[in-house]
Structures are given as C-alpha cells and as structure tokens.
C-alpha cells in the first residue's frame, strides 16, 4: 500500500472479537479499508466515535496497543489487460511470483446494472457434456450453480467446462481451495494452453476464512472490466459458495447479529443475491456468465445455503454417482436450466427439446421399474427395454466424460431410442419422428 | 423551516442521525454525501436520534455527514403515462436513466412532462367536488383516464373553472378549485400520494361478487379468485411461480395490470421488457405492455427500496381503482419484502419473533393484502383491485412465518408441490391442498350457477372428491401392487389421472393450451366428468391402463387445437367411438 500524504492514525484499540476491532476515530467512512498492526481490514460499523472493522485475516495476536491507519477507500482492484494469465490473492496480489499488474484501479462491489438495460439472454454456451448441452443448455448471461456432495469432483467439471466453453475470458474465483484444488486448475489451464485467458483469484484453505469473503466481488469486478469496457464474453467460475457463505457467518456472529435458519444471517439471500445479479447480458454484446459451486451435505438442498442459492439462480446442475453406470452423471431429474428455452431449437437443431423430453421420461420410467424390482413386482417388457435403455442412456449421455458436439448428442439418442423402444413409445412428433429416426 | 440532522451512526444501510427538530415515522430524508442526495426513510425515533433505512448503498458515508429532513412521507407521482412504465421500488423511470449501471443518487421523472394528453373536461364550472372525484378524462392508450380532485383533499370545493377540449401536459393547471373558506386551488393532471397509505375515497368496499377470469383451468375451475379477491402462491424453487404469475398476467381479464417484481431475478424482469410489447391482450386485442406498469426492485438492488416497491405498486393499482377500473396487482415475491424487513429489524437489534422477523410481520402482510377489494366509488361506478402474492418459502417447507401470516390475510391458497413440478405436471398447483374461500361465498356461487353453468358448484366438488378417490386407489395399489387389488381401483385410479392430465394441466408454453377461456372450461368439465361418471369394464390392469391412456391423449390433442374446429371435432369423434366400444 502506497503512503499517503495525509494518514489518520490510531493507536488505542477498544475491543477486540475473533474477527474485529473498535477503535475511537473520527472521519472513517463506511466500507473503507484501513491496516491494523499491519493486517487489512473493513469499517463495517460507526456508532459515534467507535468504529468497528472487520480485520480480514482474523485477530490472533492484535495487541490493544496495535497501530491503526485509515486508507480512505473502499476495496480497489488495478483492471487491465495485464490480468491475463496471472494468479491473485483475495486481495488482489500476485501468487505467481510474477510483478504487480498495471491498470486502473476500480472499487469491488460496485452498482448493479439497470434492469431495463439488459438483455434476453440468447446464446448458446456449448461445454461438450450432454447432461448440460442436451438436458439443461447454459446460455451466456446466466448464473447456475453445481450442487454436489463434497464427495464429488465438481472442481474437474468446472474446469472441463471452462475450457471447452467458447468465452474470451475466464476468471476463477476460488474461496477455501484446498492447496491441491488450487494446483489442479494452475495445471489444468496452463496445460491447456489456455492461460493467456484465463484469471484466477484464489484463496486457500491456508489463507484467513474471513479473506474469502472479497473474492467474488474482485472476481466479478475484474469481469465487469473485460465484458462493459472491452464487450467480452467472460465465465466466472465461483467454487466453493458455501465455504463464502461460512465466512459471512463467522462476522455476522462476531458482530452480535441474531442469526436466522441454519445460523446463516438473515440477509443471505441478498448477500448471494449481489453476487449472482452480475450475471448479464448487455446491449454491447459483452456478457458475465456465473457456473459456480455449492457443496451440500448430504444431498440436504433445504439448507438455507442451497435453498437461498436456488431461488437466486436460473436453475442448477445436480452431481450424482450412478451405480448402473458406475460414473458421475448430471442427474436428470434434480438439474434444471431456466434458460435453455432461450437456445433450444433456436440455436440448436429442431428436434432438440423433444428429444431431450423423451430422453428424460423414458429415464424415470426405467426409474419406476427400479423402485418394482425393488419391491419384489414381476417386470413387463417394457420394464426391461427401459433399464438397459437407463444404463446406456447414463453412459453415453448423462455422464460427466462426455464429450461431443449437440448434433452428436441428438444423434446419439435417436439411435438409443432406435434400440430400445418402438416410434410410439418414445411420444415424439410425427414430423420429427419421420426426419430422424434411425433404423437398426 | 425543514428539520435537519447530522449522521451518528452507521451499520449498512441503516443510519443513525441526530436531528434538531421535529421528526415523524417515515419521513423522507435525504444524507449528504460529498453532494451525493441519498434517499432515506425514518423507521424509529428515540430522543432526538433518528434511525433511517438508507434506499442506496451508503459506501463511504461518513459520521457528521448533513442529513435534510423533508417533512412528507414517501410519495410516488400519479397521472396519465404510468401505463407501459418501468419504475423501480421509488418509481424512477428505469427506462430514462443513463448508462448501463444504476448510479447512486440519481432520480429520474416518472412520468413524461413534455407529452400532450388530449384533455376532455367532465366537470362544469359551479359544480360541488370533493376528493377523488372525476374532473375530466385523457385517453391513455385504449384506456379512458380519470383527472381526479387529489385524494389529499379534505371537504367540499367548487369548480370555479376548467379548462375546454384540448392538449395539455402534465404539469398544466386544468382546474381552479375552490374552498369552503373562498381559497382557490389550482389543480393539474398528476397528483402525488405516500404509498404506504391507503387510498380510500371511495363510498364502501363490498364483498366482491364475480369471478376474475385468469384462462388457467386449475384456478378459475377449481378455485377461482374473485375480482377484487386475493390470493397467494407458495411454492419451493423450480415449481413455476413465476411462470404461473406471468400467465395470469397475459391473460386476466383486467383493464390495468402492475407488477411488482421484488427481489427476484432480473433477467425475468427482462423476459417482460421483451415479450410484453409484443404479446396481444386476448381481451382487448392491443398490446399488453399498453395495460402494465412494471416496478422492479431485482434481487441487486438496494434492500430498503424493495419493500417501498410493493406499496408503490399497490398505490398504482389504487390509484386506476379510483376510476372505476378493474386491477391486478402480482407482487413476485412477498418473502422477499418480508426478508428486507427482517434485515432492517435486525440491523436496529429488536427482539426477533420466528426466523428471526420482526414480531409485527403478520399484521403488516395483512394490513397489506387488506388495500386490495372492490370498491364503489363516490360517484356509484365499481372499481377492484385483484391481488395474488408469491411467497418462497425457505426449503419448500410451508410451516415458515410467512407462509403462515399470508394464509391467515389471503382468501385464496395456490399451493405449488415439489412432486407435481418433479413429474412435470405443471400448473404444479395442487388439487388437494390449494382452496379458494369465494367457492363457499353464495355472492360467487350465484354468480358461477348463473354466468357458466346450472350445478357448477356441485361438479366442481365431484371433481376434487374424484381426484382425491384416486389418491386413495392409488395409495392401495403401491401399497398391495398392481395385482394385488381389484380391477375397479385401477380405474379409479385412472379416472382420477385423466382429470389431472386433460385438465388440471395446462402447456403454458402452447398458444392455444395456454388460455382457456370460461366457454372452453365449461365444456372440457362437462366432456371429462361425463367419462368419469361412466363405469368401465376391463379383463386385467393393463387394459384399463392403455385404454385410459389412449382416451388422454385424444383429449390432450383436443387441447392443442383451437376450439371447436374441425380438428377439434375429429378429435372428440374418435373419442365419441372409442367410449361406445367400452362404457355404459
């Protein structure tokens, strides 16, 4: 941090919490960020001459004594086109032992977009998995979660995602990465040879908690940059959201708030919300699109982390093990694109959201004939066309390996439907139907 | 003089000021910051500290900051041009702001000041007036405009004169009024309102007394609301409340319709921008975005203006009611302005009541759904205001406060089911537990036994028992499997399955499916319930099963095709045939 001519300084500390201090000052402003015993940290309270901030990388060992400087601004992030291809903290500092970027420093966190501003999303953002592409289409401008069990490999898909998808940036705002993880996406980009557009924003699980909370704002800060000014296409990837909204419960504690369900505090939903509400699609062309994380415990999607996310989002992509196939698969039922009806048929072939429909009933009746043979009931033919329809279906398509272009994916299920059911069974349009199907 | 303050306190966007002179609840004040107005409310006086809720973000807002009070409470402009307007929580016109991002501190007009609306007087010079009544009309769009005497008004006046025919703007002094003491007043074409409290110029609020017409078979069937009722619909994520309200609002038959879309997802508001000036109102054939006013207040925005959007919303409503028109407020999601109060009352730390809202929340949601109704007018017309709510309940789960407050305010209950919405049986509204309260009204009884059909009341019922017969069969069947009970319960089971597939769903995404209007209900009831009331025999489960099958699927396509066409007619004749073959 530069000197500045003018520094209010302060030198008595009137309490200490785990995750903040007050001080007696005058002329703090809200939001503004000041250095206590060389840690930086928040106002995130004035009451009179007290003024309470929250010290990111926690209180251990701030002694009362401690020296406290006002910088008199908010969070700040140098924007430019040397972003790309570097690693930052949550602060917006190299880990890359590479020189502090160039550029014009902006504020995090800063207003929204006007509503009547905005467009309808309407392109299509293709990532070669068929449980997406096929079932629950992406489209630039949209913000949707993965919803995975901790066990799950989320942060591979998201990496596979990224770099199949056609976008002209990609920024990763990791918070509570395990070291690993974090080596993982440096790997997995720079042997992609994406690197040159990619941007990483990380905080690790050997980094302070309440740190994590700046990063969505710096990711999305350094997007709003490449898709207002420079009219890009940019992916935000945000793993893990639940480990954010972990630290906003630590300081809301720590501030006395009265929690409300899940001890999460009540404006979570608005929290997350300004978060997600970046997502856009813009008159100029340029685009921020959201794919983030959210583990669950135990599949639990009434946890109010989950639960506020889903009201927030436009829609969700749900993790799941399956045993028939032995794979990670996007579970059909439980994920849902609200704007794939934006693309569907419109940027994809005709016969795009009848197949994926057929595709979808055909795999919940092999489920009911599932739940029969569990229950010991004798099975139809039709029962049994549908289970090995089901193992082939998750194989080919649902599983997360996959890796083709949508008419690939159409194709690829008008054979199945071929193989296992007759044309009425499948209650596809006639026309389409006529066009398509395929004859064994 | 105007009261003035100086900032003390400050946690987000609740302020704290010291004022040196008179304060009231809800007054408006504006915080100086570095010549930055930022807009705020009063929520709580103690001594002579005042704790605002600040409608912007208050970054870099400093102690001893210059705070101006304004004396009024939060007011909203009412005047022709409010029609096809896209207004945030304050009513700034969204649409004639600079820039891509919203600013803080900028406030933009509501309603256009250079625009000439042709002006015909209804009062002549001489004439006793008194608030709320019609000076004169301009046509807005299709729709006839009232000039009104302002709602503020107390006593009787005299026209002392009114301007003739013609052009005028907003701001233009159409009439002098005067009063009981000989005092003139001039009066233009807008007034202004504080929308947090209720109109009521009007002579009285009777029980309504007729069926809003919606075009969806599961309410107006089912449960419908009455004009000048109210309804709400609670339902988990991903079950199509939105979907649902937006269908409402292409097809109800209502003369003016506001949306209050509050704290949900922009690009949904988008979806309106785009499909609205596009889209044709079934009633009236002109554009729907010609009858809607839109106020927005996203998700993103800031939290204290999110719940001054529904109250300007309802003010809109109340304010075409009060020229004999029938309105529909959809206000998507009251959760979301419970939750912003819930913010604020925690941030003042008072003693929380469940999930942490404030104790008073079920009186303020009732003291809310309570502005809606029909009225008669001073001058004997009739006016409504039609209002259903959406309410997201945290985790689906209805036992949540405010769920619980709004079915204690709220006449009629659309309940969205998980399971409904997991099969894709969309309206996800549920037959069982969703009610509508107008059904045991005998105003509403008369009205359906004499506006759709002789024994309406009494088949309505038939159907749910129907419906609910089929749950039991098919409790029994899972329980005992498919061979382990009688034929006669799969064919209660199906009976119960082919209501729910021909009529209780509706394709809100096919044109013709999409509206289906009191004739077409009437007759589809009539076709349905008449299969159903016929006994069947089959040798096995699985006969039944795919003849049930094969009869939905006629009368789906039936559906999809215009009424009483000639594919319609083919439709219903190989049904007509098939019912021969089988049934007595």
Known sequence: ?440 | MKTTGKVIGIVSNLVTVQVDGPVSENEICYIDLDGTALMSEVIKVSGDKASVQVYESTRGLKNGAKVEFEGRMLEITLGPGLLSSVYDGLQNNLATMDGVFLRRGEYTQPLDGAKLWDFTPLASVGDKVIAADWLGEVKEAWLVHKIMVPFSFKGEFTVKSIVPEGQYTIAQTIAVLTDEEGQDVEVSMTQRWPVKRAIRNYREKPRPDKVMETGVRCIDTLNPIAEGGTGFIPGPFGCGKTVLQHAIARQADADVIVMAACGERANEVVEIFTEFPELIDPHTGRFLMERTTIVCNTSNMPVAAREASVYTAMTICEYYRSMGLKCLLLADSTSRWAQALREMSNRMEELPGADAFPVDLSSIISGFYARAGKVVLNNGSTGAITFIGTVSPAGGNLKEPVTESTKKAARCFYALEQARADQKRYPAVSPMDSYSKYLEYPEIQGWLEENVEKGWVDKVSTFKRMIRQGKEASDQINILGDDGVPVSYHETFWKAELLDFTFLQQDGFDAIDALCPWERQRYMLDLVLDICSRSFEFEDYEKCRNWFKEIINLIRQMNYLPFKGEEFEKFHGQLEIILEQNGK
């Open chain 1, 1 to 440: 941090m530069a000197n500045r001519v003018y520094q209010r300084i302060y030198t008595k500390l009137e309490a200490i919490t785990k995750a903040t201090v007050s001080v007696r000052a005058t002329g703090a402003s809200n939001d503004e960020l000041a250095i206590v015993a060389g840690r930086l940290a928040q106002v995130v309270r004035t009451k009179g001459d007290i003024v309470t901030m929250q010290v990111f990388s926690g209180t251990e060992g701030i002694p009362t004594d401690a020296e406290v400087v006002f910088m008199g601004e908010p969070p700040m992030i140098k924007v430019g086109d040397q972003l790309s291809g570097r690693f930052f903290n949550a602060y917006g500092k190299p880990i890359d032992g590479g020189p502090e970027p160039e550029g014009e420093p902006r504020e995090i966190g800063g207003p929204s977009v006007n509503p009547y501003k905005r467009r309808k999303p309407s392109q299509l953002i293709p990532t070669g998995i068929a449980g997406i592409d096929l079932n629950n289409t992406i489209v630039s401008g949209q913000k949707i979660p993965f919803f995975a069990d901790p066990d799950q490999p989320y942060n591979q898909v998201i990496a596979d995602v990224a770099m199949r998808a056609d976008v002209d940036k990609i920024i990763l705002g990791g918070m509570g990465l395990s070291n690993d993880d974090y080596l993982f996406f440096r790997k997995s980009f720079e042997s992609a040879g994406a690197l040159d557009k990619i941007i990483c924003f990380v905080n690790t699980t050997e980094d302070p908690t309440v740190e994590r909370l700046l990063i969505p704002d710096t990711a999305l800060t350094a997007a709003e940059y490449f898709a207002v000014d420079k009219n890009e296409k940019v992916l935000v990837l945000l793993t893990d959201m639940t480990l954010y909204c972990d630290a906003l419960s630590i300081v809301s504690n720590r501030m006395d708030q009265i929690p409300s369900k899940d001890s999460m505090p009540g404006s979570l939903y608005s929290d997350l919300a300004k978060i997600y509400e970046k997502a856009v699609q813009l008159p100029s062309g340029g685009s921020i699109t959201i794919i983030a994380v959210t583990t669950l415990n135990d599949g639990d999607i009434t946890h109010a982390i989950p639960d506020n996310t889903g009201y927030i989002t436009e829609g969700q992509l749900f993790l799941r093990a399956d045993s028939d196939s032995g794979k990670v698969i996007i579970d059909p039922f439980r994920s849902l694109s609200r704007l794939k009806q934006n693309v569907q048929g419109k940027k994809t072939r005709e016969d795009h959201s009848q197949i994926m429909n057929a595709g979808v009933r055909l795999y919940a009746d092999a489920q009911n004939a599932k739940t029969k043979l569990e229950n010991g009931f004798d099975l139809s033919d039709y029962d049994h066309r549908c289970l090995a329809y089901a193992k082939e279906y998750a194989t080919k398509l649902l599983a997360i390996d996959v890796n083709i272009s949508i008419d690939e994916m159409l194709d690829t299920a008008w054979t199945l439907f071929a193989k296992y059911f007759s044309k009425a069974e499948t209650g596809i349009k006639q026309a389409l139907i006529d066009k398509y199907w395929k004859e064994n």
